[in-house]
């Protein structure tokens, strides 16, 4: 797998902090992203994805501690509950922090978050010290796209596409209400 060298990591953080728009790999395909917490680059992110503003999108951390913002504050029980899913490819819905761009969440007063064990990922957000939005990095209803020429080509210069590696899951990842514990994906 290809890590991110030191002085990439700099040009991400700039990026990312001016309201940017990255293309990144994940699990299973290249994933948009932008600072989950800047509602202008969230609606760079819906405008480059064609996606409906209600749907809301998913958040992909490095670790646990990058939730903490997202998200109400989870009990020690739920904590230790979400350890035996994470790191790992379960995206959990979890109550929101009422603090987020609208954007973020669509009509819903829940989240989805995912804590990836994806190295390249993981390395990417500890450096930014921040959790990324996370959607497919295609235009909605279209196939996902698996590769960085790939994404060069279909995004050209609307994003920083970051070279790497997806780990070549078939499916998206498993999504989880955690209130209702509802298997949606």
């Not at 989950?36 to 670790?63: D, E, M, Q, Y």
């Amino acid at each position: 797998m290809l890590f991110t060298r030191y002085n990439h990591l700099i040009k991400i953080k700039q990026h990312l902090k001016k309201g940017g728009v990255i293309a990144y790999p994940t699990e299973s395909c290249y994933g948009l992203g932008c600072d989950p917490k800047n509602h202008k680059a969230i609606n760079k992110v819906i405008r480059i994805k064609g996606r409906s503003k209600t749907k809301g999108l998913i958040v992909i951390a490095g670790n646990l501690k990058q939730i903490t913002p997202l998200t109400k504050t989870l009990s020690d029980k739920d904590t230790s509950k979400l350890k035996q899913y994470w790191p790992g490819f379960y995206s959990i819905i979890l109550p929101v922090n009422h603090h987020l761009p609208s954007n973020l969440t669509g009509i819903h007063n829940k989240i989805a978050i995912r804590v990836t064990n994806h190295k390249q990922v993981q390395q990417i957000s500890n450096h930014i010290k921040s959790a990324l939005v996370s959607t497919s990095a295609n235009k909605s209803g279209k196939q996902s796209i698996k590769y960085y020429k790939e994404c060069i080509r279909h995004f050209g210069n609307k994003v920083l596409v970051i070279n790497g590696n997806t780990m070549f899951q078939k499916k998206p990842s498993t999504i989880i209400d955690w209130e209702t514990k509802t298997i949606l994906r």
